[in-house]
């Protein structure tokens, strides 16, 4: 089992709708957990990060995280074409060295 | 967060040659990170680098391979020595925040292509 798991879509949703990106881990992934946005051809972008059980809200932007299931998740509200993108969820390891594992990558397609 | 420059931000370099890449920060951190992108692929950790001794690599990668410095607290190098096209990829660096090191944040990143 990879240590975190994304399904690769694409997701495509339509313009306004909300985006729902998945992503479960193993136990050697710690309770940090990171959303990046990566535009094609650009550098990953950090959007959220949540470290306990529950939701967070910043904007339309929603992270969740269940540590019974080992699941986090990231709702995009209002989706926007501007919105189209690769999320990358990240864990951090349990190695103390604070770097993190990657998932594959959800591309996410907002149609207009 | 911290504002993270990286040198040079693409270079294309012929097989059995090796480069540089440059990473500087714009305020002292602990940790510094490489990660590689291969071509559609995610983000693999490379090595961690602390300033001092010497860097930690990950599994399947090797310090005659992808030799870095971390000569003080705003500044590292990344080599990749003796190309050849699987090397071709995204390489980016990373840094985290205050003492956990996280969230961390990334360079604008390394496009090589090697030929």
């Known amino acids: 089992q990879k240590e975190v798991e994304q399904n690769s879509g694409p997701l495509s949703v339509p313009e306004g709708a909300i985006a729902s990106l998945n992503c479960t881990y193993s136990?050697?992934?710690?309770?940090?957990f990171f959303w990046y946005r990566q535009y094609s051809g650009k550098s990953p972008e950090l959007i959220m990060s949540?470290?306990?059980?529950g939701d967070k809200e910043d904007g339309r932007f929603t992270a969740q995280l269940n540590k019974a299931s080992q699941y986090v998740s990231l709702l995009i509200r209002d989706s926007q074409p501007s919105d189209s993108a690769t999320y990358l969820c990240?864990?951090?390891?349990?190695?103390?060295?604070?770097?993190?594992?990657f998932g594959s990558g959800t591309r996410l397609q907002v149609q207009p | 967060s911290a504002v993270i420059s990286q040198k040079p931000s693409r270079d294309i370099c012929q097989r059995g040659t090796s480069l540089t890449i440059q990473c500087q920060v714009d305020s002292q951190v602990t940790m510094m990170f490489w990660y590689r992108q291969q071509p559609g692929q995610s983000l693999t950790l490379i090595a961690t680098?602390?300033?001092?001794?010497?860097?930690?690599?990950e599994s399947g990668f090797v310090i005659d391979k992808f030799p870095i410095s971390r000569p003080n607290l705003t500044f590292s190098t990344l080599t990749v020595s003796n190309m050849s096209p699987e090397d071709s990829s995204i390489y980016l660096c990373?840094?985290?925040?205050?003492?956990?090191?996280?969230?961390?944040?990334f360079g604008d990143g390394t496009r090589l292509s090697i030929l």
């Open positions: 990240a864990g951090s390891m349990d190695t103390g060295r604070r770097a993190l594992t």
């Open positions: 136990d050697r992934v710690s309770q940090s």
């Open positions: 949540i470290y306990s059980n």
């Open positions: 990373s840094v985290g925040d205050g003492l956990s090191n996280q969230p961390q944040h």
């Open positions: 680098a602390n300033q001092g001794s010497e860097a930690t690599y």
